[in-house]
């Protein structure tokens, strides 16, 4: 097997272990296997960079590294079992969602999505940017193997020889767009938090009289 193919096919198996961690609210696997896994991340994360060409270096490392209002898969390995805790620009989103005050905000949405349990979901800060990753390498086989594409099935939108755009049975289907609608509510709420700690961040920077 390849190395490419064998980085692609352990990745399937580090998906797997990391979406039983978070089990509800409970914590789904033991200390150990949860140590276990990271240091197994870590080291798939380790050799994938060691063969890519700089460029997509660059682009599994985006995936990892995030930036500070988007936190990725090195916030969810390093706090994977933190609880949510709210702060200031928590308490002023509330504020936002409710309509309180003058300048209250109307929201599109009938109710405010509820709070997490955890502090960095699977769902939100491992699983898309694994995916991301995933598709770096499958790209780089794809190149080596001189066209012969390899795309991971569970990317609805997949690019296709000659830039179509492949979508699935599993894209078309009902069931599939009800469920990717479910993160839109906490994307709004994830950038809304980002602007109240902007503005808090600003205010507090303002000399006072």
Known sequence: ????????????????TASKIQDG????????????FIRAFRAWYAECLSILPHAQQRALKWEFEGSEHRPKIREF???LTELWEPDASDILMDEMWSGIGRFGVQTPF??????PHWK?????????????????LSRRLNSNQGGNRL?????PRNLMPGGSIRRSKQARS??????????LSLTVTRHLRSMCRERLTRASQIPSL
Not at 4 to 14: F, Q, T, V, W
Not at 151 to 155: K, R, T
Not at 174 to 183: G, W
């Open 1 to 16: 097997m390849d190395v490419l193919e064998r980085l692609i096919a352990e990745s399937h198996k580090l998906e797997e």
């Open 77 to 79: 390995l390093a706090g």
């Open 174 to 183: 009902p069931l599939f767009f009800m469920e990717s609608m479910k993160p």
């Open 151 to 155: 795309l991971d099935q569970q990317n």
């Open 110 to 115: 009938p109710n405010k999505p509820p709070h």
């Open 120 to 136: 960095y979901l699977y769902r939100e800060t491992f699983y898309p940017y694994l995916l991301n990753q995933r598709q770096a």
């Open 25 to 36: 609210t409970r914590i789904g696997l033991s200390a150990e296997k949860i140590e276990m």
